[in-house]
């Protein structure tokens, strides 16, 4: 690290890095938060770029685990449906408790998205409270990632 992210950050600087990070309370929208601040910011603050610049590799990689959890849900939606035409009329091993775990996984999936997507926003709020102290915050795994490729 550069002793310029070292140093204390001003007032300024440390709203702009919070709210960076605050925007992932906004999926999708919020991105553009830290892009706006990333790109006005670069060249004025170390501080600032690297905060913002985390918040939008951060919340990539937030639309990202959405897609990809909404991939599953949709296919265990469809992989339900296409179940029933096997579940019988009659008394069978499919209609018991078994069978209806098909029934549940949607919904399974979906929570699991649902407290996933909020630890999500929950890690960025954390993120946003560091920063307003003036702590460098770093997400795991990316803050390194960005770090090295600010190096560059």
């Known amino acids: 690290m550069t002793t310029e992210q070292n140093s204390i ?8 890095a919070a709210l960076s990070h605050i925007s992932a309370l906004v999926p999708l929208m919020g991105l553009l938060a830290p892009i706006i601040i990333w790109t006005t910011q670069k060249e004025k603050s170390k501080y600032v770029s690297f905060q913002a610049l985390q918040a939008i590799a951060y919340q990539l990689v937030m ?3 959405y897609f990809i959890g909404m991939g599953c849900y949709m296919i265990s939606f469809f992989a339900t449906f296409l179940t029933i035409p096997f579940a019988g009329d009659g008394p069978s ?5 078994v069978g209806m775990l098909g029934f549940l996984i949607p919904f399974l999936v979906f929570g699991l998205m649902f407290i996933g997507g909020g630890l999500f926003i929950l890690y960025g709020i954390i993120g946003a409270v560091f920063t307003i102290q003036g702590k460098n915050f770093r997400y795991f795994i990316i803050g390194d990632r960005v770090a090295s490729f600010l190096e560059k």
Request: hydrophobic share 40%; no cysteine; net charge neutral.
């Open 9 to 16: 950050p001003n007032q300024n600087d440390k709203i702009m």
């Open 63 to 65: 639309i990202f685990a």
């Open 93 to 97: 091993p499919s209609a018991g408790p």
